[in-house]
């Protein structure tokens, strides 16, 4: 029976116990309490992981939209000139009118002030409530509530609207990225555990003298711990990349015998899957770079194509010298695959995770692979693209063959 503690997944503390009778378990008023919490989570569905607790009074009560007569404009400030024109024509026009029919100037004078500062409050409430709505929120989202949404001037053409929906829009974002950053921290959890429980058992085994400490389980050891190497690593750059810069050690390699390093481990971690790296890269090409920076650009790109190719197919690496820009161009293709012209960009944003990989390829990533790819690449000052070829996804890096030369507007 697997301990219930180490679920990858968590659950959250406000979930009813399960009974099999909970009338005859619960008081009158607890029995309430558990039927309400029931039909709550029944109404919220299931989640992926669990979400942040809302804090007391996350979501304000919705307010009636107020009244915007002169919302059609497209800038705020035609919107104030308007507004201006029309309380100095209600000042005129209700003081003629008042003077027409006789009534004193002393009368006339407050009555007609009244009139106007009523319809500017009016109109301008019109201007300012949607800004209160949008502080509202933002103390809401600042609190972790990112569900959170604007409602009252999403439709405005002017600058406030404009604002309205910046924010609907970051607070989509905001809440997708929290609850990719839930899911990578459960996806971690279980990565860890893994091969610490693994060691853990097989020490144990050794130090009961169940097992012996021959060369076959100590190298099982010694792949447990590698494993355990590679996630630290894993955790490191990911750091690095949330810090958003690096140190780099410039030095000057050859090409191809780069690539051959990087190529080897995958083709030994590919294991039954018969997956067949082919290379393309001249002998005698030769780039400055940080290495260790680099290994992790084309290791991500490498393992990204091999993940989404099928069994027994090939993923070709090819990489060419263009003189003209002074620039190494490596197009890396799994054959048979495509990536839409409207997930090219989304791909290379953390926590986004492809579509379509092979079946048995664990949690599926973290989402932060193509993410640290474009960074060690940015890096280098190069890019990392998707480009168009019949034959299959083709991900092309394009880096200064010499190191501090920026890429030219007509490469990017």
Do not use: C
């Amino acid at each position: 029976m697997p301990d219930r503690k180490g679920d990858a997944t968590p659950r959250t503390s406000s979930s009813a116990p399960h009974h099999t009778s909970p009338r005859g378990l619960y008081s009158k008023s607890a029995y309430d309490t558990y039927r309400m919490q029931q039909e709550q989570a029944r109404k919220a569905g299931g989640n992926t992981a669990p979400r942040k607790k809302r804090p007391s009074g996350a979501r304000p009560r919705k307010k009636p939209s107020a009244v915007r007569p002169i919302g059609v404009f497209t800038s705020l400030k035609a919107e104030l000139s308007i507004l201006i024109i029309i309380s100095t024509a209600i000042t005129f026009l209700m003081s003629w009118f008042l003077l027409q029919y006789g009534i004193s100037g002393w009368i006339a004078m407050p009555l007609t002030l009244a009139a106007a500062l009523g319809v500017t409050y009016i109109f301008s409430h019109g201007l300012t409530s949607p800004l209160g709505e949008i502080r509202d929120a933002a103390e809401q989202m600042q609190e972790g509530n990112y569900e959170i949404r604007v409602t009252s001037a999403v439709s405005s053409r002017d600058e406030v609207g404009q604002l309205a929906r910046s924010f609907n829009a970051m607070a989509e974002e905001l809440e997708h990225a929290d609850q990719m950053r839930r899911d990578l921290i459960a996806n971690v959890s279980h990565e860890l555990r893994t091969p610490v429980s693994a060691l853990q058992a097989q020490v144990e085994n050794m130090a009961d003298g169940v097992i012996e400490p021959t060369p076959a389980n100590l190298d099982g050891l010694l792949s447990q711990t590698m494993r355990l190497t590679d996630l630290i690593a894993f955790l490191l750059d990911m750091s690095r990349v949330e810090a958003g810069a690096a140190s780099l050690e410039i030095t000057e390699f050859n090409v191809k015998d780069f690539i051959d390093d990087v190529v080897k481990p995958l083709e030994i971690a590919d294991g039954g899957h018969g997956h067949m790296i082919s290379l393309d890269v001249p002998p005698n090409i030769t780039m400055e770079g940080d290495q260790d920076r680099l290994r992790q650009l084309y290791t991500n790109i490498v393992s990204n194509a091999i993940k989404h190719s099928a069994d027994g197919t090939a993923v070709l690496v090819e990489v060419r010298e263009d003189r003209v820009h002074d620039t190494i161009v490596s197009n890396i293709i799994n054959f048979g695959s495509q990536i839409s012209q409207e997930a090219r960009s989304d791909i290379f944003r953390r926590y986004v995770k492809g579509q379509g990989s092979r079946p048995g390829t664990g949690s599926g990533g973290t989402g932060l692979g193509l993410s640290i790819a474009r960074w060690a690449a940015q890096l280098h000052s190069g890019t990392v693209r998707v480009v168009d070829d019949s034959r299959g996804a083709n991900f092309e890096i394009t880096l200064p063959k010499h190191h501090n030369i920026p890429l030219v507007d007509e490469q990017l």
